[in-house]
């Protein structure tokens, strides 16, 4: 599935609506399997992104900039392969939701909810062997940079029920799926992964942003799940790049 969606520039990307999108888009192309032109849009999403001062208000700054510089210098074979070694076959750090759950009845009904969240936006998977299952971490946040977009333009459209579709669709979807199981996949990332590498980067970049999408709209999402990776501690997660949020925060909200 891709949103296929058109790079905001740098000065549209001030407001918080396409900013968070934006986020959205470059956390998915992160955790896509990485190209040259994968990687190339990156680099251009990532560079807009630092540049705004939501990035540093929300304490994204280090980790969105650690992973820019990762994504300059670390040469695109080389993340091909980390991104199999990480992610293909058997893992320690599956990319893929249902793999958070034991029951197969459970993982069946997860899927068709999933799928169920792509068809009401006029979305779907890709049929062909090599697309990303439904459940993929990159698949999910490519989602979630769709709503959030469609939420953006209905909103400066003046389109009150529309945006209001979409962000009760943001809302159940991290209370649903990516609120429950992205933030133990991503600190499992970060324990196999140093926090300057490409990987370790993305997620701690991620872990940040989807725990203010989730206290952002309010959404309740169930404790996270354990049962992958019982080594992740009990106590609060906190990226080693969060910075101090600056005092203008509450104005760019």
């Avoid at 793999?99 to 062909?128: C, H, M, N, P, V």
């Avoid at 209001?164 to 159940?172: E, F, H, N, P, T």
Wanted: proline content about 6%.
């Amino acid at each position: 599935m891709s949103t296929a969606a058109e790079p905001a520039s740098a000065g549209v990307l001030g407001e918080l609506p396409l900013w968070r999108a934006a986020m959205y888009r470059a956390l998915s192309l992160a955790f896509t399997y990485p190209g040259e032109d994968t990687v190339e849009q990156l680099v251009a999403d990532l560079e807009d992104l630092c540049a705004q001062p939501l990035t540093t208000a929300k304490r994204l700054l280090p980790a969105a900039e650690a992973l820019l510089m990762a994504a300059r210098s670390t040469p695109v074979p080389e993340l091909a392969t980390t991104h199999n070694d990480l992610f293909a076959g058997e893992v320690a750090c599956s990319p893929y939701e249902t793999e958070y759950e034991f029951d197969a009845f459970a993982k069946a009904r997860q899927l068709a909810d999933i799928a169920g969240f792509y068809r009401a936006f006029g979305l779907k998977t890709a049929s062909d062997e090599d697309a990303s299952p439904a459940d993929f971490v990159a698949t999910e946040l490519d989602f979630l940079a769709f709503a959030a977009l469609k939420f953006a333009y209905a909103e400066a459209q003046g389109w009150d029920e529309r945006a209001g579709v979409a962000r009760d669709a943001l809302k159940a979807f991290l209370e649903d799926h990516a609120g429950q199981w992205l933030p133990v996949f991503c600190r499992t990332l970060v324990g196999l992964e140093d926090v300057d590498s490409f990987y370790g980067a993305a997620a701690c970049l991620c872990d940040e942003f989807i725990q203010l999408e989730i206290e952002y709209l309010g959404a309740k999402p169930r404790p996270a799940m354990v049962r992958r990776a019982s080594h992740v501690p009990d106590e609060v997660f906190t990226c080693p790049m969060a910075g101090p949020a600056i005092d203008e925060e509450e104005d760019l909200v």
